[in-house]
């Protein structure tokens, strides 16, 4: 369902081995130096599926393979509001190149709760931290 209210925001929760893929937003970003789990603003015509396989390679330079969906959240950070759509992917290719993030990390389950979060990615960060599967 499209809420024209609310933008549309995929992201992916990237394993590799047993590591987690999170970035930094960088200092010219809404939210500066806030983690995130990496993805981007679904285009109009684009799924969420098209939008995350598009923005990983746009600002990261790697491939994934989308395993399931996720629980999606709505967020509002006053002037606007966010649909996030997560997805859990593995890792496929592509050597990491940062085209907007400051920084980008491969991190066990365990360390994610010690980053400084965007608050719109904390649900789902409790839910993965929380998941019986995690």
Known sequence: MINKDVINVAC???FKHDKILVAQRSEKMKLP???EFPG???GDNESA???IHRELIEELNITI????SANSYVHDYGNFKINLIPFIAEYLSGDMILTEHKNAQ??????LSTLDW?????PI???LINSPNA
């Open 106 to 111: 491969w991190l066990s389950l365990s360390e």
């Open 12 to 14: 992916a929760i990237i």
């Open 125 to 127: 960060l409790h839910d």
């Open 65 to 68: 393979s989308i395993k399931k």
């Open 118 to 122: 965007a608050p719109a990615d904390l």
């Open 40 to 42: 981007g603003k679904v």
């Open 49 to 51: 599926e098209e939008c």
């Open 33 to 35: 130096l806030k983690w």
